[in-house]
């Protein structure tokens, strides 16, 4: 059976480990080429040889505008195309309150997490624009659609990412170029490094506990031809998160409540 992806070339950045490691493997499975841009030599080598042929290889800092053409270019030498951009690369920030924040890693989060996924649309675009089209989808978070206490550069840099993927979607459309934004939540991975028990039990409907292979699902349908019509979208991988709490909760809140007022 032909593959989603049949013949078509993808970037994943931060593709050596967890939701880009997922994505980079399904990709390979639905018949496209990838390549892997992370900055983490041994295990990008490694998972590259893992997949054999159709995938390859750069280290990639996404805070270097160079290095991510470096990424493009690399696709273009390697399988001859660029049809998919997944701008997958993130990083945490300090678990502070925002009065005891010294704002240290400001200028690593949003580089990472806001100017990384500018440029790799910027350079994925320009070739695409040449060349018929193609998918661009960044990668965001329900911090970044849902407000809340705590990690507030984290929450600002995936809130911008949102509004730069509904802003490009606008612009590139022309050319035929989709842009779209993927919103994952409570998936284990090396920034999610939290218990997720309570998480499940409180805080998402859905009582399932998601997997990077859920997100990339989600991305492969993004970049598939199935979404043919999809653009300037934001899809919450979340298990309904963000569409409000669970049961559960507000009985907890309302016992609670009950427990003050006597």
């Known amino acids: ?22 994505t980079v493997e399904l990709f390979v ?9 992370d900055v983490d030599v041994d295990a990008g080598e490694e998972l590259a040889r893992s997949l054999g042929d159709a995938a390859a ?24 195309g660029l049809h998919v951009m997944f701008n997958n690369a993130g990083v945490g920030s300090a678990l502070t309150t925002f009065l005891d924040d010294d704002f240290s890693d400001f200028e690593r989060v949003m580089g990472v997490n806001v100017f990384g996924v500018m440029v790799g649309s910027q350079r994925a675009a320009r070739h695409m624009r040449a060349n018929g089209g193609g998918s661009i989808i960044n990668n965001s978070s329900i911090g970044g659609i849902t407000a809340g206490a705590g990690v507030v ?16 979607a606008a612009d590139l459309g022309r050319f035929g170029i989709r842009v779209n934004c993927i919103a994952p939540a409570h998936i284990a991975t090396d920034i999610t490094r939290y218990d997720q028990g309570p998480v499940l039990k409180y805080m998402q409907p859905l009582r399932r506990q998601g997997q ?6 989600a991305v492969l349908y993004l970049a598939s ?38």
């Open 212 to 217: 990077p292979e859920d997100v990339a699902n």
């Open 225 to 262: 031809d199935r979404a043919a019509q999809v653009s300037g979208v934001v899809l919450p991988v979340d298990g309904a998160t963000t569409a409000g709490p669970p049961p559960n909760q507000l009985k907890a809140f309302a016992a609670a409540m009950k427990d003050t007022e006597e």
């Open 29 to 37: 499975k639905e018949g496209a080429c990838v390549v892997i841009a």
């Open 57 to 80: 290889f750069k280290r990639t800092d996404v805070t270097d505008a160079d290095e991510i053409q470096g990424a493009v270019d690399s696709a273009l030498e390697h399988f001859g």
């Open 153 to 168: 550069t984290y929450r600002a840099s995936k809130a911008a990412v949102i509004h730069f993927t509904k802003s490009i």
């Open 1 to 22: 059976m032909p593959g989603e992806l049949d013949g078509k070339v993808a970037v994943v950045t931060g593709g050596a480990s967890g939701l880009g490691q997922a």
